[in-house]
């Protein structure tokens, strides 16, 4: 297949290039504003694939868009572009609106002209909270967070071009994804680089909301099912195989790296945080999935990857991030 995917350099979108790549032989053209959290470098070993491109521009930029769509000619189109930070989401919300919904506007008015068919990466945050039990495909949409809500906006978007226009388009809602190249401002890579830096370790509150982790390579294979199966007007749940209290994982990561346990520090928690979140796969399995990686084997295999790749966070630690980091935990990293 021939595939535009939009936001391609950051975390998830880098792995399901790399799957597309390697697994299927695809020809992927990447469309991404390489904002902070988007890197050239998690394509780096994708650079000499045949057919293969990074454009750089941003989704809501209507003539970037029709550039790459030029450039690529796709079969499919994969949006993963967006903010995706929830903390940085309630400190300033507005790039939220302008890429997660505006910008999920110029994509579908542009895979509208074409037809084209379009899977919207979306989120088990558009649910928001859950006590007891998963969410399904038909669960009420209850976002709680700036992030949530512009996720959710760009959802109903994307069923709007479908019922009007007939887009062959489809949302596939996964949970908490980890693994490698994730940016270290979400918990897991977060916790890692603090331990191996015998840093302090931020717990939110008492630090038992769980969250139902998803290895990274787990939610790239399941997309591909919905791109090559999925009926279009549809939404595919894709949940982890675990689900997890933070403090947990936290406490899980301090014996993988040897860290000091007194590290941990219960701090202020995060104004609405959501305390549970758990989906119903039950859909996307009829597709022909399954996950494949179990939350404490994914979880060492991503220290392991940390361990082994300074080269890839040290330019993080030393650029932007130290500025988030220090705003919003309100002391400094240590100089490595
Ligand atoms: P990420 O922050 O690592 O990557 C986002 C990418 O989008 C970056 O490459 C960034 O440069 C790019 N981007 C941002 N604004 C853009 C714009 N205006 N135009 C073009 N590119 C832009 O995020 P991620 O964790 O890889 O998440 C990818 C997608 O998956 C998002 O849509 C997110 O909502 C969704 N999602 C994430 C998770 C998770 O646990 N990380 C879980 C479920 C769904
Ligand atoms: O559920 C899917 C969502 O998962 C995605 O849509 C989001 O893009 C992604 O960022 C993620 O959102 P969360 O808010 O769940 O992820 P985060 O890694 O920020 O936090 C996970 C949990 O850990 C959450 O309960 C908050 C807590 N936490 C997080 C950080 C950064 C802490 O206790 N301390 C921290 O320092």
Not at 93 to 102: C, E, G, I, K, S
Not at 190 to 205: D, K, N
Not at 263 to 280: A, Q
Not at 308 to 314: F, L, Q, R
């Amino acid at each position: 297949m021939r595939l535009l995917v939009c936001g391609g350099a950051g975390f998830i979108g880098s792995n399901f290039a790399r799957v597309r790549v390697h697994d299927h032989g695809d020809e992927v053209v990447v469309l991404d504003k390489l904002t902070y959290a988007g890197r050239r470098e998690n394509l780096a070993d994708l650079a000499d694939s045949p057919g293969f491109a990074l454009v750089h521009g941003a989704i809501e930029d209507a003539q970037a868009v029709a550039s790459a769509f030029a450039e690529s000619q796709p079969d499919a189109v994969v949006n993963f572009a967006a903010e995706t930070h929830v903390d940085r989401s309630i400190a300033e919300p507005d790039a939220f609106v302008q890429t997660n919904w505006l910008g999920t506007h110029v994509l579908l008015e542009a895979a509208r002209q074409k037809g084209t068919r379009y899977v919207q990466i979306s989120t088990d945050e558009v649910y928001g909270s859950i006590g007891e039990g998963s969410f399904t495909e038909s669960s009420p949409l209850a976002p709680s967070s700036p992030y949530a809500a512009t996720k959710t906006g760009a959802d109903l978007l994307v069923s709007s071009y479908v019922h009007t226009y007939g887009l062959p388009a489809m949302v596939c809602r996964g949970s908490n994804n980890y693994g490698p190249f994730q940016y270290p401002e979400k918990l897991i890579p977060l916790m890692v680089l603090s331990a191996l830096h015998g840093e302090r370790l931020p717990v939110y509150g008492d630090g038992l909301q769980v969250r139902n982790w998803l290895y990274v390579t787990d939610f790239a294979h399941a997309i591909g099912c919905v791109l090559a199966k999925g009926v279009p007007g549809e939404v595919y749940n894709v949940g982890g195989p675990d689900e997890c209290p933070n403090l947990e994982i936290v406490n899980r990561i301090v014996e993988l790296t040897g860290a000091d346990p007194r590290l941990i520090e219960h701090v202020r928690d995060r104004p609405g945080h959501d305390r549970r979140y758990s989906l119903s796969s039950a859909k996307v399995r009829t597709l022909g999935w399954e996950p494949q990686v179990r939350l404490e084997d994914g979880l060492a295999d991503t220290v392991d990857w940390y361990r082994a790749n300074p080269w890839w966070w040290e330019p993080i630690r030393s650029g932007e991030y130290r500025d988030y980091y220090e705003r919003h935990y309100g002391r400094a990293l240590s100089t490595d």
